[in-house]
């Protein structure tokens, strides 16, 4: 069950509100639904924000992975609308196990103190590679290009973990009309999402998303994931 809630972090673009809730559900192939995810959007004083995302097993899901759940934090400033991170957090514990990575930017020095903390052990180490956003702040931050539908190349700490890069690509033509049909919806915004990265044993960990007009994400699939298809997540609130 490792990395099963990724694709939930991408279920985070949020619009411009002082508190914003959205709750989804995760089916994977043949399967029913086998996770909720809870994600909370806040900003105070229009200049600074936090994300949160906790995202947890349900049905035969919850007892393979001994009642997993993974929560996901964002926290920093906003800049000329853009959100700016200072901390990104992940935990993720079972009935037997916490685990929790704290990252702190350092955006003028460029690097990123990473912080470990499972039980009693602690270590702390300079993150391999500098992003100047994390997976949740990034993905808010997509909706600046949707009006101009522009491709872009992006870095964040919570992506892969060779150097953090995501492609983000606004398909054309007969790309488009292949992600309306696998994502069952006429109207939003396409996206196609590249990881870069092995997730499932789907190759890239190509992600396609419809997101509506204010950014928010209404359905999302992680295509080709090993042995039982696609892992689809969908806004039900």
Avoid: W
Avoid at 43 to 56: G, K, L
Avoid at 115 to 140: K, M, Q, R, T
Avoid at 169 to 179: Q, S
Avoid at 207 to 227: F, S
Wanted: with cysteine.
């Amino acid at each position: 069950m490792k990395r099963i809630f990724l694709v939930l972090v991408l279920l985070s673009q949020m619009a411009s509100a002082k508190v914003l809730t959205a709750t989804y559900e995760i089916s994977y192939g043949i399967f029913q639904t086998m996770g909720i995810a809870d994600a909370r959007f806040e900003t105070r004083d229009n200049d600074t924000y936090s994300i949160r995302i906790e995202a947890r097993t349900t049905g035969i899901a919850k007892l393979l992975s001994n009642n997993r759940v993974e929560v996901y934090e964002s926290h920093g400033t906003i800049v000329n609308g853009k959100l700016v991170p200072n901390k990104y957090i992940k935990i993720r514990r079972t009935d037997s196990k916490k685990t929790t990575k704290r990252y702190t930017f350092d955006h003028r020095k460029k690097t990123v103190l990473k912080e470990v903390i499972e039980g009693v052990d602690y270590d702390e180490e300079s993150n391999d590679f500098y992003a100047p956003e994390d997976i949740l702040s990034l993905f808010f931050n997509v909706k600046q290009y949707m009006k101009l539908r522009q491709n872009q190349v992006l870095y964040a700490i919570g992506a892969n973990k060779n150097d953090g890069r995501i492609d983000v690509v606004f398909p054309r033509g007969k790309e488009l009309e292949r992600l309306e049909k696998e994502l069952e919806m006429g109207d939003g915004v396409f996206v196609k999402v590249m990881l870069n990265d092995k997730i499932f044993s789907s190759a890239n960990g190509e992600l396609l998303i419809n997101l509506d007009e204010e950014g928010l994400c209404k359905k999302a699939i992680l295509e080709d994931v090993l042995l039982f298809g696609d892992i689809v997540g969908k806004r039900v609130r």
